[in-house]
């Protein structure tokens, strides 16, 4: 059986009064995921354990069929798992944007997308600077970077462990030094956070990217701290063999330290101008030579944290078009397969930052039987009566009951 799994990061929303009091995933043209429905069912999960942050990577690795409160350490090592940056005993990953500071606001959380080229200089500038046998900076993608901290004992891992990081884009237009780290690792962390808008600001890079009227980036910050997990392979969880499809290097590092193959697509951004089309091909492609295909398109959760409904309702168009649209089209002409679509969280434009509520799904094919509805959206998944505890549960009952 072909199965096939398709997020739209944070595509789920809360009612906007200038949609009409509509949700953006009900605004938006969307005939693939609602054929979807019409076909099979539409229903809620809790891909957020209670107690857990609604962040990307626990939710993303809910759904990927791994309990977050067994599996998961942090955010930094799952990144750097894709970008092959092994993480030791002693050592802590932390994802380290690149951010724009204007005064002490926090002005833009990704520096203005900036590019990959101008990212790995000013990263690799970094390393040199502030970097020692201790600290040591890789470039990811974009403003994506990554710091790995050796310590010098279990109660110093133990503390940078603890430490309260913020994420950025949770605090965009608010003063920067209310969110600065808190604990035991405050002095080392909020160190070279410091130190590093003094080096940066003076970087021709930002220089350039001031006088253009970009946004520069002019500081680091730190988020996301994890020691190095031990997941069991999916092939050995599930019995199938599969790929994910992903422009973030959280997802793609889940998907590496599980065994899944890692399917790059030319043009895939993680943002509004990523290759669409080319995911949507890629997946197919590769559904053709295994079992399972996981794909995430970051964009609506992009447009969610800046706050722009209508790029998020285009990202979610666009996502169910030539995603969505070329996966159904190429299951559909077979009885033996099953896909669902979901968000992994809601990213509401009012607020910018995610929440834990219930995302929707809808899931046909197999086995997979039909709950009344036509359309897929927030109010007809509740409406549904069909909740799923965990994203691990809703995964494991996809790819392995007979009946749903």
């Not at 973030?248 to 943002?271: R, S």
Request: net charge neutral.
């Amino acid at each position: 059986m072909r199965i096939a799994i398709l997020v739209g990061d944070g595509m789920s929303d809360y009612p906007i009064q200038d949609l009409g009091d509509k949700t953006p995933l009900e605004v938006a043209k969307i005939p693939n995921m609602n054929e979807i429905a019409k076909n099979g069912m539409i229903g809620l999960v809790k891909t957020v354990p209670r107690g857990m942050k609604p962040a990307s990577d626990i939710a993303n690795l809910s759904i990927l069929g791994y309990d977050p409160k067994t599996y998961y350490t942090g955010r930094g090592p799952l990144e750097a798992a894709n970008i092959g940056v092994e993480v030791a005993e002693d050592e802590i990953a932390f994802r380290c944007n690149l951010i724009t500071a204007n005064n002490d606001m926090m002005s833009d959380y990704s520096a203005g997308h900036i590019s990959d080229k101008e990212s790995k200089t000013l990263t690799e500038y970094l390393d040199k600077r502030i970097g020692n046998e201790r600290i040591k900076f890789y470039h990811g993608k974009s403003y994506r970077n990554l710091v790995v901290i050796k310590t010098r004992s279990r109660d110093d891992l133990n503390g940078l462990m603890k430490t309260s990081c913020t994420p950025p884009h949770d605090i965009t237009g608010k003063n920067i030094s209310k969110y600065f780290p808190k604990g035991k690792g405050l002095g080392l962390l909020s160190k070279l956070m410091q130190d590093s808008r003094s080096i940066l600001e003076k970087h021709d890079i930002n220089r350039v990217r001031v006088d253009l009227k970009e946004n520069p980036a002019n500081m680091i910050w730190f988020w996301g701290q994890g020691t190095n997990p031990n997941m069991p392979s999916f092939k050995g969880m599930f019995g199938v063999d599969g790929a994910v499809i992903s422009a973030v290097d959280l997802v793609n590092g889940i998907g590496k330290l599980v065994g899944l193959e890692l399917v790059q697509v030319p043009g895939a951004t993680g943002y509004y101008d990523t290759n669409y089309k080319g995911k949507g091909e890629y997946a197919v492609n590769s559904l053709k030579k295994k079992d399972f295909i996981f794909v995430h398109v970051e964009a609506p959760d992009e447009a969610g944290h800046n706050g722009d409904m209508r790029a998020k309702i285009t990202a979610i168009e666009n996502f169910d078009r030539y995603v969505v649209g070329a996966v159904w089209k190429f299951l559909k002409g077979s009885e033996d397969y099953r896909i669902m679509v979901l968000s992994d969280h809601a990213t509401p434009v009012a607020l910018r930052t995610h929440v834990s509520d219930p995302a929707p799904f809808v899931m046909a094919g197999l086995g997979v039987e039909h709950n009344g509805f036509s359309t897929y959206n927030e109010s007809n998944a509740k409406l549904g009566k069909v909740i799923y505890k965990s994203g691990a549960e809703l995964t494991n009952d996809l790819i392995k009951k007979q009946r749903l």
